[in-house]
């Protein structure tokens, strides 16, 4: 759960100005999570997960400017990501066991999984060395005719996460998002709007992630290398209805 408060001004000649803060949030998270020491140990380890992540805080401000019949809205906003900083997993209740016959043996044979393991508890703490940004953009609105609205504009995201933490399955990219959308009024009370989001997202050529290294096989250590060229290509397609009472 998290909260959002606004703020809005409208001032002389169609001018306006908005303020909005969005408060961090806490969000639970649980599931299960399949452990693999090494490639050559032919050994799986199975557990409950509970965990929890906090998102970012927001403040933006936003101002409409009339030009002619035309709108111009612009908005900057500050994003604190820190509070990534802390996710918490707890892994319990953990199960061993074994990817080939012979491992599997040994696992039955010891009796591990009787023992005071299952009851383990392990506690990960992941900071990923996000931190606070500016972003902005802004959109232009058309009226063609009484019903009609046609809404063009971009808005410019830097990333925050550090070249260092990226890795495959957590990737973050400075995107710019160029959107063009309609809106269409048929009556006082109702609007319907289609929007289409473009983003133009850099390529990451990473080469000193902290995921990166390089021991051998034979090892019981060996990671998949965080470095490499990221690219990322998104679309998004929405549809908006407001109603009016």
Do not use: C
Request: hydrophobic share 40%; no cysteine.
């Amino acid at each position: 759960y998290g909260y959002g408060l606004g703020l809005s001004f409208f001032l002389p000649d169609a001018h306006e100005v908005h303020l909005a803060y969005r408060s961090p949030m806490r969000v639970p998270m649980d599931g299960t999570v399949s452990l693999s020491p090494s490639d050559n140990l032919g050994l799986a380890i199975d557990s409950d997960a509970h965990g929890a992540m906090q998102f970012a805080r927001e403040f933006e401000l936003g101002v409409v400017v009339p030009l002619g019949k035309t709108r111009l809205s612009l908005m900057a906003g500050w994003v604190d990501w820190s509070p990534l900083e802390t996710i918490t997993v707890e892994l319990s209740e953990l199960k061993i066991s074994g990817e080939e016959a012979t491992a599997e043996a040994l696992i039955v044979q010891s009796r591990i999984n009787d023992s005071a393991i299952s009851a383990m508890k392990l506690s990960i703490l992941n900071d990923l060395g996000h931190g606070s940004t500016l972003h902005g953009g802004g959109t232009i609105d058309v009226p063609v005719g009484e019903e009609w609205v046609l809404r063009t504009g971009a808005f410019y995201s830097p990333t925050t996460l550090p070249a260092e933490a990226m890795h495959a399955s957590i990737v973050d990219f400075t995107v710019l998002d160029l959107r063009l959308g309609a809106a269409y009024t048929p009556f006082e009370w109702l609007t319907a709007a289609l929007s289409v989001d473009h983003y133009l997202i850099p390529d990451r050529d990473i080469r000193n992630s902290s995921l990166s290294l390089s021991n051998s096989g034979e090892s019981g250590r060996v990671l998949p290398s965080g470095n490499g060229l990221y690219t990322m290509n998104a679309t998004r397609f929405g549809l908006t209805l407001i109603t009016r009472h």
